[in-house]
């Protein structure tokens, strides 16, 4: 980086390093927990139906197989939150075998307590229902025992995607991880261009752990770095009074320990229910105003010929680079891709077109398509170009914490948004209210919460900043 102009340099490409990108492990842990849990489905069925046949004589015994469906429901529920379905229950057996018992019991005691106060236990073989819950109970252990067997055969073991970059630290020794070498890739934590930061978000894509080996000087650094990409971080080892550590874990072997210091704002859960709600809302949007963005799209066409969409490189989850896409509301000999220059009001650069779209922020549509693609959500921090300045100074050197907000997926709006933090960044605070307020949107994340700003939002899509 030039630090005189800002100017961001290139560095060495992953080719270059013979890097391949990591495949999400995600997935597949997703499948085997689906697996899972249509594997206890129906143990619990064969162990109730199997206590059935031995006290009642026949398979299919009303009163035993009423207990065993009434039994499910609590088991799953309880399974679910306790965690028997985790990456730990398919790496250690002893771990799932503990959780999925302790639910079958917890399941069994609320189960009995109901039909007691029902007064229904009358009505269910004791004997019956008994037998099955024990045969419920080698089953599950027998099958989380054979879980890790069949992972080690069929994925080598594989569950979870770690990186280990060097950079001047203790050694580290883990079996299955990928180690680099921060020199190798151009990584200096205490570079803050966006360039470097989007290698490092590439790097940091689809693993489910980091770990940083590196001398005290740069822990600060890389610490910065950790919980501005929302990866799940470690540090070996520092003090936890001086990194504001999460968590710590102890590898006996080597003996040593590193410290969580960043786990990444969302959970699995809640992503997966964001982007649920995004896919849903956005394809059903798009469908809706169809009709609409056509005639948007032939009005543009119709006013200067130019080309339909404009796209421009921003940056987003893991400061990662990405393209945005927005309808054109400039002229073609003036557009600015990078950002450098904030558009302003009555800006000669802007079509007549251009100019109501962009007052009714109905250029903003077409970033459905990239909340499909997965790039965007559509509530979060709004994603920046990255020529963005506050004054002459680019953003990412302005402010310390930028980087901070890159933690979650960008957003078509957001909380900055609703506020009436929008419009051109002529000083330090038009920058910092936008900043304070995405980083209280990722710290306070809510599905109501996003709810809640998409309909605030339908009120300020035509405000004063609106150009």
């Known amino acids: 980086?030039?630090?005189?102009?800002?100017?961001?340099?290139?560095?060495?490409?992953?080719?270059?390093?013979?890097?391949?990108?990591?495949?999400?492990?995600?997935?597949?842990?997703?499948?085997?927990?689906?697996?899972?849990?249509?594997?206890?489905?129906?143990?619990?069925?064969?162990?109730?139906?199997?206590?059935?046949?031995?006290?009642?004589?026949?398979?299919?015994?009303?009163?035993?197989?009423?207990?065993a469906k009434a039994l499910l429901p609590l088991y799953l529920t309880i399974a679910l939150y306790s965690k028997a379905y985790s990456a730990k229950a398919l790496s250690k057996w002893v771990y799932g075998a503990r959780k999925a018992v302790l639910a079958l019991v917890i399941?069994?005691?609320?189960?009995?307590?109901?039909?007691?106060?029902?007064?229904?236990?009358?009505?269910?073989?004791?004997?019956?229902?008994?037998?099955g819950l024990?045969?419920?109970?080698?089953?599950?252990?027998?099958?989380?025992?054979?879980?890790?067997?069949?992972?080690?055969?069929?994925?080598?073991?594989?569950?979870?995607?770690?990186?280990?970059?060097?950079d001047g630290g203790p050694d580290l020794v883990r079996r299955k991880a990928k180690f680099i070498k921060a020199k190798d890739f151009a990584l200096d934590p205490k570079c803050d261009d966006p360039i470097m930061l989007d290698r490092l978000g590439n790097l940091f894509r689809n693993q489910d752990r980091?770990?940083?080996?590196?001398?005290?000087?740069?822990?600060?650094?890389?610490?910065?770095?950790?919980?501005?990409?929302?990866?799940?971080?470690?540090?070996?080892?520092?003090?936890?009074?001086?990194?504001?550590?999460?968590?710590?874990?102890?590898?006996?072997?080597?003996?040593?320990?590193?410290l969580v210091v960043s786990n990444g704002p969302l959970g699995l859960r809640a992503r997966m229910i964001k982007r649920l709600f995004d896919s849903l809302i956005a394809c059903a949007v798009l469908i809706a105003l169809a009709p609409f963005l056509a005639l948007i799209a032939a009005a543009i066409k119709l006013e200067d010929g130019g080309p339909i969409f404009f796209f421009q490189r921003?940056?987003?989850?893991?400061?990662?680079?990405?393209?945005?896409?927005?309808?054109?509301?400039?002229?073609?000999?003036?557009?600015?891709?990078?950002?450098?220059?904030?558009?302003?009001?009555?800006?000669?650069?802007?079509?007549?077109?251009?100019?109501?779209?962009?007052?009714t922020s109905l250029d903003e549509l077409p970033q459905l398509l990239n909340v499909l693609k997965g790039d965007m959500s559509l509530v979060g921090p709004r994603p920046h170009a990255v020529g963005s300045r506050v004054g002459d100074t680019p953003f990412w050197m302005a402010e310390r914490h930028y980087p901070l907000r890159h933690s979650l997926k960008p957003g078509m709006t957001g909380l900055a948004q609703v506020r009436g933090f929008r419009g051109a960044t002529h000083q330090m605070s038009d920058l910092t209210d936008r900043l304070h307020a995405d980083l209280e949107y990722i710290?306070?994340?809510?599905?109501?919460?996003?709810?809640?700003?998409?309909?605030?939002?339908?009120?300020?899509?035509?405000?004063?900043?609106?150009?």
């Open 1 to 67: 980086m030039n630090e005189q102009s800002g100017q961001l340099l290139e560095a060495p490409s992953f080719a270059d390093q013979g890097y391949a990108p990591t495949p999400s492990l995600e997935r597949r842990r997703l499948r085997a927990y689906a697996a899972m849990v249509m594997l206890d489905v129906v143990l619990i069925h064969v162990s109730f139906g199997t206590a059935a046949l031995f006290y009642e004589g026949h398979w299919w015994d009303l009163r035993t197989m009423v207990a």
């Open 107 to 131: 399941a069994a005691v609320l189960l009995n307590l109901v039909a007691f106060y029902a007064k229904t236990n009358a009505q269910f073989s004791r004997a019956s229902i008994t037998i």
């Open 134 to 166: 024990v045969l419920a109970f080698a089953a599950l252990i027998a099958f989380r025992r054979a879980v890790p067997l069949v992972i080690d055969r069929l994925w080598q073991g594989r569950i979870r995607n770690e990186l280990v970059i060097e």
């Open 210 to 258: 980091v770990v940083i080996t590196c001398p005290l000087e740069k822990r600060a650094h890389w610490l910065f770095l950790l919980k501005s990409t929302g990866a799940y971080g470690e540090i070996i080892s520092a003090s936890s009074q001086d990194l504001g550590a999460v968590g710590a874990h102890h590898y006996g072997a080597i003996d040593q320990t590193v």
């Open 314 to 359: 921003r940056q987003g989850k893991g400061n990662c680079l990405f393209d945005v896409i927005k309808f054109r509301t400039m002229r073609v000999d003036v557009q600015d891709p990078a950002g450098v220059q904030s558009t302003s009001r009555n800006d000669a650069r802007v079509t007549r077109c251009g100019d109501f779209l962009r007052g």
């Open 443 to 467: 710290a306070n994340w809510s599905l109501m919460g996003d709810v809640v700003i998409l309909l605030k939002t339908l009120t300020v899509m035509r405000h004063q900043n609106a150009y």
